[in-house]
Structure formats: structure tokens, C-alpha cells
């Protein structure tokens, strides 16, 4: 788990959420907090909800009932779009660039890290020497290492991790658990789904336990 502090801030406090399809429950009512410098695991059985809490975070779905809350503000997705990073299932990678055009784009739409750019991430995520390669030539695992190059090079805040070590093999899971250590150590926070045993900061993690 994250070693920190019970009182560092509240970086997002939910309160009530519900989420329902086709007037059927999908989870909730379900309340949490994640606090600054903080990981924690989404658990919960196959469609329980875990893809869709993360999906509603990243202001991608609609939620049905509840209330969110962002530094003791009221959650407005449209204020917060580059607090947020989201990394599904689907990459949201284009195939037909490269790598480095795939970030060029993000970063020209989020903007990056101080001290951060395009080819120094690339770098560091494995992907030297694949930089100018169409991503839909790429392997799984090096398609996977494009994507999250993104947590590297985006400012944003909060990681909303969906599986993030699938098609990953040992070095690549290693590289995960070092950039949420990373990102936590820097104040930053993330929710991760994972089938997996999570060891990023060893210990036990914090936990959200989805419910219908």
C-alpha cells in the first residue's frame, strides 16, 4: 500500500455512486476517497464494475447517481481534462502513426511534464529504435509500452489503469509497478483494475470493492 498519511489532501472523494444499464444495477451505492501520494486497487468479480468506474472517472460514461468531488470541489469533467489519464483495454493508439506522432498529438492537446519530452520517454519505456514505426506494426507488448509512454509524458494528476499489465512480460510489469511508485512519490494518485497481484509498493494496497 501507499505509506502515507491520513491527513495528506483528499484528491477525489466520491459519495453515492451508482451506475445502472438498462435500469438494471451495475454497482453502488459506492463511496471512497484517494488521497493524494495514493494507488489503489478496483476489485470485484467480472462485471462488477470496475471498467465502468474507471470509464466514468474519465468522464467517458454517465454517472446515474452520487456525487464526486475533486479537491473539495464539485467534479466538473470539462474543468479537469488534463487531470486525468485513462488507459483501457482499447489503447486509444492511432495505427497508422508512429509512436512519437501518437504522443506529439497527445502532448499538443495536454501538454507535458516539466522535463519531459517525446523522444527521452520513448526512451525510457522501452521503445528506442521503434520510435518512427507505424504502431499497428508493433508487437502487443510494444503497443502496450506506447501507451503508457502517455503516463509519462502527460501532467495529469489521477492514472485510471484498466488491466495495465496485460500483454506485458516480466520487465514490462516491472516498468508499472516503477511508474506508479514513481507517480505516487510525486504526489500523484492512480485506480488500478488487475487480475494480477498487485506489488507496486508492496505491502497491502488500498482498496475500492465494487457491489451491486
Known sequence: MTHLS?????LLEARGLAFYRQDEPVFGPL???LREGEVALVEGDNGSGKTTLLRILAGLLHLDE?????RGQPWRRIEHLGDTLFLGHHLGLKGDLSARENLAVAA???GTREGRDVAGVLSSIGLAGYE???????????KKRA???RLLLLPATLWLL?????NLDRTGIELVNRLLAEHSAEGGAALVTSHGAVSFLGGEPTRVR???
Open 108 to 110: 499538443g492537446t495536454y
Open 6 to 10: 491520513a491527513t495528506a489532501p483528499i
Open 147 to 149: 501507451a503508457l509512454a
Open 132 to 142: 518512427d514505426e507505424p504502431v499497428r506494426r508493433l508487437s502487443a507488448g510494444q
Open 31 to 33: 463511496d471512497f476517497r
Open 66 to 70: 452520487g456525487a464526486l468531488s475533486w
Open 210 to 212: 465494487m457491489h451491486a
Open 162 to 166: 484498466d488491466e495495465p499489465y496485460a
